[in-house]
């Protein structure tokens, strides 16, 4: 008999703490995953063998083009469904556990020289209805490492000015405070006392929330993207920026300039340390092109 995938959601909300984005994921992966197995006749994911797990991750890369970034996140998705059968069904035997999760490529992602963020400061028009709120964003985008959902939902009562701290939400709902610079802080206040102050909040949920649209409403992910992408085409940036490009920025920025990698950690709201030690790398990459450019003997 197929479960229902409602107790497994309410679970991993509830037990594991799983960030919206992250169960919209793993319920998009899950629901593909249960309809392949359905299709082969399957009555039970107790059924379920090993090499009908390598058959769907063949199935996911050949038919569906899914590259390995996206068939390991599915993976996890499964491992954690089956962990989770088995608290009801314990004699069960899980069968991703033999299964190797697909290799992934160290990539290093982008980042912008702190030149190239000036000129995307600078490529924001004040005068436009929206200029001062998209500069006051890209700001504390930019000065305090944010994903991009901690930026859409930041509250204004949680910016403490004189502390000089913002206190954001990030994955798990784990709370954070992470220090914001000057430039940020004055872009704020100038869109908060302009702006956000004469903007009436379109219901009770945008009351407190910093960056609203001309409607009064919480802006989107999407609308963020949009933001980034227009004005990094008005400063004359080339390459593909998303917000996590500023993200990465703002870490490797900090590391270049001496910032203890632990700090960087807690900035960022890491759970590991290893996340975090990608910037050292970035570091010895940005060491080795300054030796190219610069060296006499290259």
């Not at 035997?93 to 000129?119: G, H, N, Q, R």
């Not at 509250?155 to 709370?175: H, L, P, W, Y």
């Not at 900090?254 to 759970?271: F, P, W």
Request: charged fraction near 25%.
């Amino acid at each position: 008999m197929w479960p229902s995938l409602q107790e497994y959601f309410e679970y991993i909300q509830i037990e594991k703490g799983l960030a919206v984005n992250s169960r919209l994921a793993y319920r998009q992966d899950l629901e593909r995953y249960l309809t392949f197995m359905q299709e082969k006749g399957y009555q039970s994911p107790l059924e379920i063998k090993p090499e009908d797990i390598r058959k769907f991750l063949v199935f996911l890369s050949e038919t569906c083009y899914l590259g390995p970034r996206s068939r390991a996140r599915t993976l996890s998705a499964l491992r954690s469904f089956h962990w989770f059968l088995l608290l009801e069904n314990p004699q069960a035997l899980d069968p991703t556990e033999w299964i190797d999760s697909p290799k992934l490529a160290k990539e290093l992602p982008v980042v912008l020289s702190i030149e190239e963020i000036d000129k995307i400061f600078q490529a924001i028009d004040l005068s436009e209805p929206n200029g001062q709120r998209n500069r006051a964003l890209l700001e504390v985008l930019y000065a305090c490492g944010l994903r991009v959902s901690e930026l859409v939902n930041l509250q204004i009562s949680r910016i403490f000015f004189e502390d000089e701290f913002i206190q954001v939400t990030g994955k798990g709902n784990k709370e954070r405070l992470v220090p914001i610079g000057g430039s940020a802080i004055h872009q704020l206040k100038i869109y908060l006392e302009q702006i956000r102050n004469h903007t009436p909040p379109a219901n009770r949920a945008a009351e407190d929330v910093v960056f609203l649209n001309r409607r009064g409403q919480k802006l989107t992910r999407n609308m963020i993207f949009l933001i980034i992408k227009k004005t990094c085409a008005l400063a004359g940036i080339r390459v593909t920026v998303s917000p996590h490009t500023f993200r990465h920025s703002f870490a490797t920025h900090l590391v270049e300039g001496g910032a203890d990698l632990k700090a960087v950690q807690e900035m960022l709201g890491h759970v590991s340390i290893t996340t975090t030690e990608i910037y050292t790398h970035l570091d010895r990459a940005y060491l080795k092109e300054v030796h190219r450019t610069f060296h006499p003997r290259k």
